[in-house]
């Protein structure tokens, strides 16, 4: 079934009349933005965006503008990719922490201050197929900004509304992940989980990634947003899409006012996801860490053509492979994931798991280096 089907087939009467407001409480699992999503494994990226659109299939994917110039670059990407689904996520995302009186990150330069209504109507109006609420950081312990965000969204959203929760990853710890989830439900739009650490990854943190699996297993309607492999286990769970960075920096939430930063600015090699490892891992530090006395398994996607994982350096005609690269391997995933029939998605992950842990395990014993399974895809696999 085509978006445009899962549209007609799901979205209620009350709401389908209304055109793109909310007339009345709509399921956000009902929604316009919810049958657009639907099924969806997104990328995040900027300058990038007219090389990778092309390689995107625009039933089963999309691209997701970050930084400032989405307005400008979202209608020529449109001209030159018909079908894709294509919207802009706000740099408050980055940039803005919320409170109580302002969750959303909006314009007061004019005369009258900008409303929520007005900021989405702008990205609607730029061509974006969702619109995107500019949603503040969350710090933990403080439910009310939270709830307030929810409450004001619910008023003010549109049928095509995705309402961003940037969280701190204590929200999502066995104390508080609770109440989080109890928030995000009162939502009547897809709520876009964002977990924020600004120089590592945000679930490696003990009792995250538990919190992780129980929010997308009990929230309708629920996004993996600005995450990595996370986001299938998100879609194991019930989660309605997940978006992926193509840039490690576009792979986390940023806390504002701190980064992101990198150990070493001169190291401009890329990020390549190794297949069946579940894990991205820069070239240099490969080559370095990993491979300084053996050689570097070759890759056979359809992109690389059986050059090395390590081979990619820091020219931009080689960081543009290294992207396709990934890009080719997450789409290749999720085709294997979207094509089952006696095996449930749950199931399939937990494959998924455990095939990284012994590929990992071979890895190991061939470099004589100690690599191990990531933290979180760890704690999954012991979950279960």
């Known amino acids: 079934m085509s978006p445009s089907d899962q549209l007609t087939t799901l979205r209620p009467p009350a709401v389908a009349a209304a055109g793109s407001k909310i007339a ?18 997104l990328t995040l990226t900027s300058a990038d965006a007219p090389l990778l659109a092309p390689l995107l299939d625009v039933e089963t994917s999309g691209m997701i503008l970050t930084g400032t110039s989405g307005y400008e670059e979202l209608k020529p990407l449109q001209r030159q990719n018909p079908g894709l689904l294509l919207a ?31 900021f989405l109507e702008g990205q609607a109006s730029a061509g974006a197929a969702i619109t995107v609420t500019p949603t503040g950081f969350f710090p933990a312990g403080d ?129 390549v996801l190794l297949p069946g490892m579940l894990r991205y891992a820069r070239t240099s530090a490969m080559t370095r860490n990993w491979f300084a006395s053996s050689a570097a398994p070759s890759c056979d ?27 080719g391997i997450v789409t290749s995933m ?18 998924q798991l455990s095939q990284a842990e012994i590929e990992h395990e071979a890895l190991s014993a061939s470099t004589s280096v100690k690599i191990g399974l990531p933290g979180p895809m760890k704690a999954w696999l012991r979950l279960d």
Not at 24 to 41: F, I, S, V
Not at 182 to 193: D, G, N, R
Not at 309 to 322: H, I, M, R, V, Y
Request: charged share 25%.
């Open 88 to 118: 802009m996520e706000p740099i408050s995302v980055t940039k803005y922490t919320a409170t109580f009186d302002k969750p959303f990150r909006l314009s007061t330069d004019g005369l009258f201050d900008q409303t929520l209504a007005e």
């Open 301 to 327: 996607c359809i992109h690389c053509g059986g050059r090395t994982w390590d081979s990619f350096t820091g020219s931009p005609e080689d960081k543009l492979a290294a992207h396709r690269h990934n890009l």
């Open 143 to 271: 439910a009310d900004p939270l709830k307030e965000a929810v409450k004001q969204a619910n008023i003010h959203g549109r049928d095509d509304t995705v309402l961003t929760m940037p969280v701190h990853p204590r929200w999502l710890k066995s104390e508080s992940v609770g109440q989080l989830i109890a928030i995000a439900q009162t939502s009547i739009h897809p709520v876009a989980l964002v977990v924020c650490n600004s120089y590592s990854d945000p679930l490696d943190e003990k009792g995250v990634p538990a919190g992780y699996r129980r929010f997308f297993a009990e929230v309708p309607a629920a996004i993996a947003w600005r995450t990595d492999m996370a986001g299938f286990e998100a879609m194991s769970q019930g989660a309605l899409a997940a978006a992926i960075g193509e840039l490690p920096s576009q792979r986390r939430g940023i806390v504002p006012g701190h980064g992101p930063r990198s150990s070493d600015k001169s190291d401009r090699s890329p990020h």
């Open 334 to 351: 999720f085709n294997d994931m979207g094509s089952l029939t006696a095996e449930s998605p749950k199931a399939w992950w937990r494959r």
């Open 24 to 41: 009345t409480r709509t399921p956000a699992e009902l929604t316009k933005a919810a049958a657009l999503l639907r099924g969806r494994m």
